[in-house]
């Protein structure tokens, strides 16, 4: 008979002693507990005593987290939070520097657990911390768990990062200013940085006066990719939190000081792989210099204004070399209006006005310009051959360009802010000082050339814009490492391209509509379903590594969990960096029975998106969340690092639940391993000698076996 659902099996371990090994009974009060395990081992004054885990995090338990105590979990009787907070505290300022050493190096271990930090924040630690700093008398390693210590405690959020003084972080800044100064302290010096910027607005202020953005560049030029991704992470929340006149102004300093091509020599086209990280902190970078368009891109050109209209006539007069334009007022005023038809503009007496809408806004004119002036025999050579045709398939220059400006804004969200986890950087925005407008410039002879291969009318531009968006998207998820690749793939990419690959795409859907097609579709569909279920499990089996939300993202604080291979037990664990490859099931301490999973949700429905505000406004996020809900009412959250591996792990769970796998990859899985066995049983049919008499006997079509390689 199994044992009570609130009665746990444990061992407790003492230094010293022999391991004891009793049953916690989950409703009796935790001090109790410890009163009697303290009992067993002869020990006086229990409420100095608490439980903590012996292995991986060994944080506190706490009647708040005693639910997650599994059977089989061995923990360790340890001196409570508030003792060696008040401990750890006398020692960090004691006058023996060896002694110090190591109650530092204990607290930066301990500040980690929240009930401790706790403890330790109540009795002033953090002041105590932060004068040892300001004091200047610390250094290499000693000063190193210091900081580690400070921030550990500090990321909790239970003080504000507003109370601390211009003193220390002047001497936090300085660790960052010195030529010379050790690795450790160099990182957890630009992290609290970082955080001070992100966390208080007045600090955003007293921090960008002491630091330079020269020498946040300088570490980018280091061999370290960790220094690397704190300082651009320095430099994107000084971007991120900077009033709006002043980022236009920042982003000419590190135009000034060859930010981008340092980025690209020193970190894209390094010798070392782009961890995830700072991918992530690329792609910000990334986003937050797009959005220095948002004010063009929401600014109406003011039909009144001459220095706005005079842009027009500049484009005017490069198209048409407008040196020779009659005396006459009237007739310049009929050429005028004839050239901005030729133009493309749709208002061709006062194209100012096609300027009115936002977005694009003026910088859809921005644009146009810099085509004009930078690429002018490209510009020159668009607007004549469209302007000298008479079959009314011209490509209206004009009209395209302002739609095209709206499309990419749209393509890479200019003006949103960046999502907390994404890595979608594109490696070509680093190799041109005026990217967007040489992606504009490309983009613009993409629509001219595909206009022309769809022989597309006036009345056809929304579809010519449709196959133009598909053509740009197809080309940034192959991830072109310059502009001069993405016109390669733009050139793969022809109109007469899209279409096959929209067929194709399509086949599953329009193909095999006839009734005896669908009633082999149907038959074949239950084994197909059961190949696809078996591969999730098997990748359930193989396991896959999850990032911990909650704590500073270059900790790489990360958990891994995957399914026994009888698909009886979900194993999972802490680990302190990212795994290559298989993870042993001996290293996973934790486990769920599969036969307590209640369920599985997903998204908003998940613990861990309600109780986090900040990620529920997070689109992305909510997308790859989902939650195992198992008796006696606990959770293990998931946020996957894709969503590839969503779809693979709740399809695995559905099906190890025995329910119906609902992901878009099962449903595109099925659609095309379907086609590919009606292909080859169709095949085999068209092979068959049918003898007129006497007729065969029907014979089933024999079954085929799939290898398909989903990784």
């Not at 934790?590 to 908003?604: H, L």
Request: charged fraction near 25%; charge should be negative.
């Amino acid at each position: 008979m199994p044992p009570p659902s609130d009665i746990v099996k444990v061992a407790i371990e003492w230094p010293g002693a022999n391991a004891q090994l009793i049953e916690i009974d989950q409703k009796k009060p935790l001090s109790s507990i410890i009163r009697e395990v303290c009992d067993g081992w002869s020990l006086s004054g229990s409420e100095q005593f608490a439980l903590r885990y012996a292995d991986g995090p060994q944080l506190y338990i706490t009647e708040q987290s005693r639910g997650e105590i599994k059977n089989g979990t061995i923990l360790r009787l340890a001196i409570s939070p508030a003792r060696a907070a008040r401990q750890l505290l006398e020692r960090i300022q004691s006058h023996g520097i060896d002694a110090r050493l190591e109650a530092l190096k204990e607290l930066a271990k301990l500040s980690a657990d929240p009930t401790f930090a706790t403890e330790f924040i109540n009795m002033e630690g953090i002041g105590t911390l932060a004068r040892l700093v300001e004091s200047g008398t610390h250094f290499g390693e000693m000063l190193a768990f210091t900081l580690t210590a400070f921030l550990e405690l500090m990321d909790h959020g239970i003080v504000s990062w507003d109370l601390l003084s211009l003193s220390f972080i002047k001497q936090i800044a300085g660790y960052v200013n010195q030529p010379m100064v050790d690795v450790s302290i160099l990182q957890r010096s630009l992290a609290i940085l970082e955080s001070m910027v992100l966390n208080s607005h007045s600090l955003y202020h007293r921090v960008a006066q002491e630091i330079t953005v020269g020498q946040l560049i300088g570490h980018l030029q280091v061999s370290n990719q960790e220094i690397q991704t704190y300082a651009i992470a320095l430099i994107n929340a000084l971007f991120l939190k900077a009033p709006e006149d002043r980022r236009q102004e920042m982003a000419s300093t590190l135009a000034q000081k060859h930010l981008r091509s340092i980025i690209l020599n020193h970190i894209i086209r390094g010798n070392r792989p782009i961890k995830a990280e700072m991918a992530h902190q690329l792609y910000v970078l990334q986003v937050l210099t797009f959005n220095l368009l948002e004010e063009r891109m929401m600014t109406k050109m003011d039909p009144n204004d001459q220095a706005q209209r005079d842009i027009i006539f500049e484009l005017r007069r490069i198209a048409f070399d407008g040196e020779n334009d009659p005396s006459g007022t009237e007739k310049r005023k009929a050429m005028y209006t004839k050239d901005y038809k030729m133009l493309g503009f749709t208002n061709h007496v006062n194209p100012a006005m096609d300027f009115t809408q936002t977005p694009p806004g003026m910088l859809a004119l921005d644009n146009m310009l810099y085509l004009a002036k930078l690429h002018q025999d490209t510009y020159i050579r668009i607007v004549l051959e469209n302007s000298s045709r008479e079959d009314k398939h011209e490509c209206p220059f004009g009209r395209c360009a302002i739609e095209l400006t709206r499309m990419l804004c749209e393509i890479l969200q200019v003006g949103e802010l960046p999502n907390e986890g994404c890595n979608d950087y594109h490696p070509m925005f680093f190799t041109h000082d005026r990217a967007w407008e040489e992606f504009f410039c490309v983009c613009i002879q993409l629509l001219n050339k595909t206009w022309k291969e769809m022989r597309a009318t006036a009345e056809d531009f929304n579809k010519v814009m449709q196959v133009v968006r598909e053509q740009i998207t197809r080309a940034l998820a192959m991830k072109p490492s310059s502009l001069d690749q993405l016109k390669s793939k733009l050139r793969g990419l022809s109109y007469s391209e899209i279409l096959r690959l929209r067929q194709s795409e399509r086949m599953s859907q329009d193909d095999f509509q006839s009734p005896p097609i669908i009633e082999l579709r149907e038959r074949i569909q239950p084994e197909i379903l059961e190949l696809i279920k078996q591969q999730r499990l098997n990748r359930l089996c193989e396991g896959s590594c999850f990032r911990k939300l909650g704590n500073r993202r270059r900790q790489e604080k990360f958990w891994f969990c995957r399914l026994s291979l009888n698909h009886k037990v979900l194993h999972y664990g802490d680990l302190d960096e990212s795994p290559q490859g298989e993870v042993p099931f001996e290293l996973l301490s934790d486990k769920i029975p599969v036969s307590d999973i209640k369920s599985v949700v997903t998204g908003k429905d998940c613990p861990h998106m309600k109780e986090k505000s900040a990620l529920k406004q997070n689109k992305e996020v909510l997308e790859l969340a989902f939650s195992v809900l198992y008796d006696p009412d606990e959770t293990l959250n998931f946020v996957a690092p894709n969503k590839y591996e969503y779809c693979i792990w709740t399809d695995g769970l559905c099906a190890l639940l025995g329910r119906e796998m609902g992901s878009d990859l099962t449903r595109s899985d099925l659609d095309t391993l379907i086609s590919m066995e009606m292909k080859l049983r169709l095949l085999d049919l068209e092979n068959i000698t049918i003898p007129e008499a006497p007729p065969p006997v029907p014979k089933e079509p024999s079954s085929y076996n799939f290898t398909y390689n989903y990784s």
